[in-house]
């Protein structure tokens, strides 16, 4: 079965950085699409970024250029570099893998992460 893990949640102030990751139990290129979310607390859960296997890239516009979805498929692992944090980013972030022949969804479990000063 397929299994995604998230890393790297954590505290940091307003301005500061934080690099989440997300593994996958097999090849990237097997999903059509890797994705982050976040859900505030006592909101719905919000797309944040994506990444087509073949390298195509989206951002929601709040995260629009100080966010980056990548990948490294050496290791199995999405990526989000979060920069620039500031504290309505305080969320827990999902990783999303999705195929679409046949149609699959699959989430993580989610980590935290709080930006406070």
């Known amino acids: 079965q397929v299994q995604l893990v998230e890393s790297g949640g954590g505290l940091v102030q307003p301005g500061g950085s934080l690099r989440l990751s997300c593994t996958t139990s097999g090849s990237i290129y097997s999903f059509d699409r890797m994705a982050w979310y976040r859900q505030a607390p006592g909101k719905q859960r919000k797309l944040v970024a994506t990444l087509s296997n073949g390298g195509t890239t989206n951002y929601a516009d709040s995260v629009k250029g100080r966010f980056t979805i990548s990948r490294d498929n050496a290791k199995n692992t999405v990526y989000l570099q979060m920069n620039s944090l500031k504290p309505e980013d305080t969320a827990d972030y999902y990783c999303?893998?999705?195929?679409?022949?046949?149609?699959?969804?699959?989430w993580g479990q989610g980590t935290r992460v709080t930006v406070s000063s």
């Open positions: 999303n893998a999705l195929t679409v022949f046949p149609s699959h969804d699959y």
